[in-house]
């Protein structure tokens, strides 16, 4: 299709108080693979119910090209032959994410305090960050993050509770070990818990092979429970060997 008829109309809602987010990546959409875009703004509700009526459809916005509805944001990037995110879909970019942003952190602060980017001291605030990062994520909703974590850790299973203090312990121990005080809760705090969450996974996964979501960063996460959640466990077990020589 040439550029001259690359056009699209666009219905969206975009009222006083509400502007429609969708509305707005899908005209981004349009125009970034250029099409021209009638923008038609539906500025009250009522307006907004009555395209819905037209399309008979339960949502806007609605992008319409040459007379033919496409429908709203994913619908057009199938269109155009762009991937559509799948909810669903597994997933190991937040913990891409989360390690990435936690060893560039341990960077910056080792350059900082010692003017120098690599050292022993990175790597522990590297581990102590992400072991801060990773409780912080799962405390955001501990009771969806107790529900999977019940699925394949051991103690939690046996004992409820633990799976929600887990977290907090994670918190807490990463957090001595960042500011290197006392390391005699910290050490065992983090050989306990590592030991059990290393124990549970390896079982779940690679003996009884079955197929779940970790809880490692949070209960609405998407990433299958293996290799992610194991070297978790490994690293606080790791961390809390390595800090007995600092007692």
């Known amino acids: 299709m040439s550029d001259a008829h690359k056009h699209a109309t666009l219905y969206r809602l975009d009222s ?3 502007q429609c987010p969708y509305g707005l990546k899908v005209r981004h959409l349009l125009k970034s693979n250029g099409y021209s875009v009638d923008d038609q703004r539906l500025t009250s509700h009522a307006q907004a119910e009555e395209i819905k009526q037209r399309f008979n459809v339960k949502t806007t ?3 319409v090209i ?3 509805r496409i429908g709203g944001y994913e619908a057009v990037r199938a269109y155009l032959g762009k991937s559509v995110p799948d909810p669903e879909q597994t997933s190991y970019q937040p913990v891409i994410a989360l390690f990435t942003m936690t060893a560039l952190l341990a960077l910056g ?5 010692f003017g120098e980017v690599l050292s022993w001291q990175t790597l522990e605030w590297f581990i102590g960050f992400s072991m801060v990062v990773l ?3 799962k405390l955001q909703d501990v009771e969806t993050f107790s529900t999977m974590f019940l699925n394949y850790d051991l103690l939690a299973k046996r004992w409820v509770p633990y799976s929600y203090i887990y977290p907090f312990a994670e918190g807490l121990a990463g957090l001595l070990m960042v500011a290197n005080v006392a390391l005699y809760l910290a050490i065992p705090l983090a050989f306990i818990i590592g030991s ?3 124990i549970s996974v390896f079982k779940a996964v690679y003996l009884d092979k079955r197929e779940l979501k970790c809880a490692c960063v949070g209960g609405s996460s998407n990433v299958p ?3 992610v959640s194991l070297t978790e466990n490994l690293m606080m077990i790791a961390m809390a060997l390595w800090m ?4």
Do not use: R
């Not at 602060?109 to 305090?113: D, M």
């Not at 007995?244 to 007692?247: A, N, W």
């Open 66 to 68: 040459n007379g033919e």
């Open 135 to 137: 409780a912080l994520l």
């Open 61 to 63: 916005p609605q992008v």
């Open 225 to 227: 429970l293996g290799f």
């Open 109 to 113: 602060t080792s350059w900082l305090s």
């Open 196 to 198: 059990i969450g290393a």
């Open 244 to 247: 007995i020589g600092k007692l």
């Open 16 to 18: 006083e108080e509400h």
